[in-house]
């Protein structure tokens, strides 16, 4: 399941209309997938590289975090209530948000769409 | 492109209605279709009435039933009131009241079915404590008792955040991910188009001023019957939430809508026509 984000900067930057949206965003964000993490670089709108953790000093803006089973979950093609958008993992306290929310909140379509690439076959998020 | 059968259009018919709410003038766009039992249609926080449109082009619904959709002051084609450019907007439970009340009064409706999703889901339930006997029946979609906000309000409404993007994002996944990817998109445009801090001003009332947890196990079911109706992808107002509340209410009927959300009326019209055609029925045939 952790190759759903190795695989990421294949899949986002085969995207021209997410790249477009995201014209105005830099920034680095960690995820966190149970005990894995991973800073995915983000260059107007690009997917830069996606690094694999363990990190002894990250640097990161935002960070999201949640269990694997979450992740899991939420990459389903149809998933449960509940696990099915980043908001509502928040709300059902699945999902950690920490750091500087700005980039995240102004871009949130971005981001919601962009994580939920690796959810096949499923059109919209 | 075919003109003999002349122009297409939709059996909606929207007009501008001048009233006053509280004293204060207000002009507000209303919009009908169908005849038969009046069914008025309350939208959500921050959206308007084109989130009734599938129930407007429901032939089956409009030959017995008026199906009505009025814009609240501020959102979609009403207005806000003169002078609004000097304060923030803020929806109350008592400015809520008096507009639907307005409203009922000025297109002389007698005892209609009052159906509200949201914050309309809320306010049904204010309508079925002080006002029942004027309602033949009320339906509150995704309608819980309270809500807590689960993020940060301001995020909806500052000048370095555009407020369309984000009230569209906010909102996207309170809709099932099995919705037509049209009629999603629709919903998610109709946020998308509200003006600034509409969509927080409203959702002071549904998270704070419209809190009725301490009134409504005195909601009389006998007085207008109560219906509670709830996707089961909403996290916002949960069916934990409306399971509650139902609990709480002697006579409430409720149901769990599956592979609905919180818009269930706009992100998938035929799923939710489903489940309201039998209640529909139901309160037809009871004839008072």
């Known amino acids: ?125 | 492109m075919n003109t003999e059968s002349g122009p297409r259009f939709e059996p909606a018919v929207g007009r501008y209605l001048n009233l006053e709410v509280a004293g204060t003038p207000h002009r507000i766009y209303v919009e009908e279709a169908g005849q038969g039992i009046a069914l008025l249609c309350l939208h959500t926080a921050g959206s308007d009435g084109r989130q009734y449109r599938g129930l407007m082009n429901d032939d089956a619904l409009t030959q017995r039933f008026r199906v009505i959709a009025f814009d609240l002051p501020w959102h979609g084609k009403s207005s806000p009131p003169a002078g609004w450019q000097t304060g923030a907007y803020r929806l109350t439970s008592d400015a809520y009241l008096a507009t639907i009340l307005a409203v009922v009064d000025a297109l002389r409706l007698d005892r209609p079915i009052c159906l509200g999703c949201s914050i309309g889901g809320r306010i049904v339930l204010h309508l079925a404590l002080a006002h029942a006997r004027r309602f033949r029946a009320l339906i509150g979609l995704e309608s819980a008792a309270h809500a807590d906000a689960y993020y940060d309000l301001d995020w909806l409404h500052r000048p370095d955040v555009h407020g369309g993007e984000v009230c569209g994002a906010m909102v996207s996944g309170l809709i099932a991910p099995t919705a037509p990817v049209a009629e999603r998109w629709e919903t998610i445009w109709h946020y998308m188009q509200g003006g600034p801090g509409v969509f927080k001003g409203d959702l002071y009332f549904y998270t704070a001023d419209g809190d009725v947890r301490d009134r409504v196990a005195e909601i009389d079911t006998g007085a207008c019957p109560l219906y509670l109706l709830t996707g089961e992808y909403d996290y916002s107002c949960t069916p934990a939430d409306t399971l509650e509340l139902a609990r709480r209410i002697k006579g409430a009927k409720v149901v769990i809508m599956e592979k609905l959300g919180h818009f269930p009326m706009s992100e998938e019209p035929a799923r939710f026509l489903g489940y309201l055609r039998p209640l529909l029925q139901e309160i037809e045939d009871a004839g008072r």
């Open chain 1, 1 to 125: 399941m952790r190759d759903a984000l190795d695989g990421l900067p294949a899949l986002a930057n085969a995207e021209p209309w997410l790249i477009d949206r995201g014209r105005f965003l830099e920034v680095t964000f960690l995820c966190a997938v149970g005990p894995a993490s991973y800073l995915i670089h983000i260059h107007r709108g690009r997917l830069e590289a996606v690094e694999k953790g363990p990190f002894v000093q990250p640097r990161w803006t935002f960070a999201l975090s949640a269990s694997e089973a979450a992740w899991r979950e939420f990459w389903q093609p149809v998933p449960r209530p509940g696990c099915h958008d980043l908001i509502a993992m928040l709300k059902t306290r699945q999902l950690r948000l920490e750091g500087d929310q700005h980039p995240f909140m102004a871009n949130l379509r971005y981001f919601k769409e962009l994580l939920a690439l690796p959810r096949a076959g499923v059109a919209g998020v």
